[in-house]
């Protein structure tokens, strides 16, 4: 919206912005140069082109003399459409702007310059409304360049998005269109990727919040989608950005469980990527922020991807010590879960649980008794592990 001068604009002033009028084609020429002085982004022609800039000059300065002299039908059309020009040439609105105050002070060297002397004390009267004038037209031009601005971010996020969406899906076909799209995600063609998947705390709330950020700021290329249950990511590593280190990174702002893929070299493996991540995700304990590797647990991954015959696997040998009240079970398999994980050692699973032995002996005859398997022979030592894991997975215990 156009601001109103404070008052009506000077005789002076009008008239000497209608003699300048005839002019402006030299003096776009005039300010064109000058702003391709002062503006590195637009020496040369690099981004604006020479004929562009002082085609948007000469439509400036018909603006503002246009507006100064009187004339009722001066819109704010052409500098809109400058300020939609430059955002969709990518030039920074910093840049933007500051050719148009350069251009504001040549106007004013240029109104100083054809006045007489009597003509010199006006303009310093006039000169908040002059200026006035000025501000609009950079205002009418960065308002636009917002908004196209905006409506490219939404495309591109839209594009983005409906990208990533088919390169995880395996929908992508041929590798031409694959690579095209792994440019448009500024993703390399050749590298080591992974896939990350994490369960979200809510529905469609960020399992990893701000994890593109980043990563970004770390140098490492990702793209990422949301939907109801899971945040899904496809992570670019590198030799300073090992998998070890992305891990690493996740742990430190995942709120739930969450799952990574082996990694991998070729962009059409992403789909099967996607499903080893989601499979390590599932097998994580719930209701915690454990990270899973696919390529590290490969008994839970492959039971949970059964989920039906896992829980009745889990049923059949574990059920009279699943039935325990919840206390009871919990101390048994907080037991023999240490038992496993140093070993079979009942001291050193004793020291780290802080019992004595004899307690951890108990707890572990009370598991034999209760599933009729004994810890000392090997097979039901292997059914009892993949029980646990199991149960462990679905929340059975």
Request: charged fraction near 25%; proline fraction near 4%; glycine fraction near 6%.
């Amino acid at each position: 919206m156009l601001r109103a001068v404070t008052t009506a604009v000077d005789p002076v002033v009008r008239n000497l912005s209608r003699m300048l009028l005839p002019h402006v084609d030299d003096f776009a020429h005039r300010m064109a140069a000058r702003i391709q002085a002062q503006e590195p982004l637009y020496r040369e022609g690099q981004v604006v082109p020479a004929d562009e800039l002082r085609r948007s000059c000469q439509d400036n300065l018909l603006y503002v003399f246009g507006r100064l002299a009187g004339d009722p039908n001066v819109g704010v059309e052409a500098p809109r459409a400058t300020g939609v020009r430059r955002a969709e040439a990518g030039v920074p609105l910093s840049a933007v702007l500051q050719a148009f105050r350069i251009g504001g002070r040549l106007v004013w060297e240029l109104l100083v310059e054809h006045a007489d002397d009597a003509a010199q004390d006006t303009l310093l009267r006039c000169a908040a409304d002059i200026w006035a004038i000025s501000d609009d037209l950079a205002e009418a031009a960065a308002a636009a360049y917002h908004g196209t601005s905006a409506d490219r971010a939404r495309h591109d996020n839209q594009l983005r998005s409906a990208l990533l969406n088919s390169l995880l899906d395996g929908r992508l076909g041929d590798s031409a269109r694959l690579w095209e799209s792994a440019a448009l995600l500024r993703l390399p063609q050749h590298g080591t990727f992974v896939v990350v998947a994490a369960e979200c705390p809510s529905p469609g709330e960020e399992a990893l919040p701000r994890i593109e950020d980043l990563l970004r700021s770390h140098d490492v290329v990702s793209a990422w989608r949301l939907d109801a249950e899971l945040q899904e990511g496809l992570v670019s590593l590198g030799a300073r950005f090992d998998l070890e280190r992305l891990c690493a990174e996740l742990a430190s702002v995942a709120v739930q469980r969450l799952g990574v893929s082996e990694a991998y070299s070729n962009l059409e493996a992403t789909a099967a990527a996607l499903r080893q991540a989601r499979l390590a995700c599932a097998a994580g304990t719930p209701h915690t922020r454990s990270l899973v590797r696919f390529d590290e647990q490969p008994v839970a991954t492959l039971l949970i991807g059964a989920p039906d015959a896992a829980q009745a696997v889990a049923r059949r040998i574990l059920g009279p010590l699943l039935d325990l009240p919840d206390d009871d079970r919990a101390v048994i398999v907080d037991t023999v879960r240490a038992w496993l994980a140093e070993g079979g050692s009942t001291s050193t699973a004793a020291s780290r649980l802080h019992l004595h032995r004899n307690t951890v002996r108990y707890r572990l005859r009370r598991l034999e008794d209760l599933t009729g398997r004994s810890l000392a022979h090997p097979l039901d030592l292997a059914e009892l592990h993949v029980a646990l894991e199991c149960a462990r997975m679905l929340d059975l215990g």
